[in-house]
């Protein structure tokens, strides 16, 4: 698969993970450090099927391999793990801001997560946002000026309730304005790769994306490929971010199989991915 000239994932110096880097420029303009970036699957201690750098505790691979390739990630990212925050990601819409309090939870056990979470921010330096992927959409959210932060979890659930929107309008009840927010949508699988049935596209239809044929194409009766990606751009847009703040990765989890997991290509039976994102 041959890469966008534009592709905000860029290869960082470790093949542990791609780094954003639009994101690590416009903080550095502010005089800030920030690590943004989407693990691959490559150079951590699992064993096949989750070779080899599963960041998942809720699959079966042994827990001191996942947590060792959870130590080798974050430190690498210039983090310790124990300031990491992990959420119980279960589909929905749900955000929550995070604070020093919090740092810690999820990180060493799944049982310590923030239940029943998809989308976490913080204002706060020293803390690192995380949350796992194996096909479903990463969103990144920053605002350099007052330094939020943020990520989301956006399956094709998540999608339809809108948890794009709902993070933007957090980040500007937070005190960021709407102009400055940076959005990125990170690796994930691709429209080609993507078939979903009419009960998906009903609710994709209830979205304001205007034509919806920008977003699905159909290939049988009732079937669809659809574009998670764009579905999520047009929320973005539709929420006042602007078009020359958000970046897309051309990355497919699905279709790269020697960099991402996959929860489909894989039949489940396989690892996870992470998004983070914290400023230092």
């Not at 959870?70 to 992990?86: H, I, M, P, Q, Y």
């Not at 921010?121 to 959210?141: N, Q």
């Not at 790769?193 to 009903?202: A, P």
């Not at 020359?244 to 039976?269: M, V």
Request: glycine content about 10%; aromatic content about 8%.
């Amino acid at each position: 698969m041959i890469m966008a000239k534009n592709e905000p994932f860029i290869r960082s110096g470790s093949p542990l993970y791609l780094q954003i880097a639009p994101f690590i420029k416009a903080a550095s303009e502010e005089n800030a450090e920030l690590e943004a970036g989407f693990s691959t699957r490559q150079g951590g201690t699992s064993q096949s099927p989750y070779d080899t750098l599963n960041l998942g505790l809720h699959t079966d691979d042994e827990y001191r391999d996942v947590i060792n390739n959870r130590k080798l990630l974050t430190e690498t990212a210039g983090f310790s793990l124990d300031s990491c925050v992990v959420s119980e990601q279960v589909h929905g819409s749900r955000i929550v801001e995070i604070t020093q309090k919090h740092k810690g939870t999820g990180a060493t056990s799944q049982s310590t997560a923030i239940p029943e979470t998809d989308g976490i921010f913080t204002r706060e330096k020293g803390i690192l946002l995380t949350s796992m992927y194996a096909d479903c959409v990463p969103l990144y959210f920053f605002a350099p000026k007052v330094g939020l932060t943020g990520l989301a979890h956006a399956g094709w659930k998540g999608t339809v309730a809108n948890i794009a929107g709902s993070m933007i309008e957090a980040f500007k009840e937070a005190g960021a304005e709407e102009g400055e927010i940076l959005a990125a949508i990170g690796p994930s699988i691709s429209m080609p790769c993507y078939e979903v049935d009419e009960r998906v596209m009903n609710e994709v239809g209830k979205l304001p994306l205007g034509n919806a044929g920008e977003v699905a194409k159909e290939t049988t009766q009732h079937h669809y490929l659809l574009d998670l990606k764009e579905v999520n751009r047009k929320l973005l847009r539709s929420h006042g971010v602007k078009e020359d703040r958000i970046y897309t990765s051309s990355y497919c989890t699905y279709e790269q199989a020697d960099l991402f997991y996959s929860h489909r290509r894989d039949q489940g039976n396989t690892g996870r991915m992470m998004s983070f994102i914290g400023m230092k």
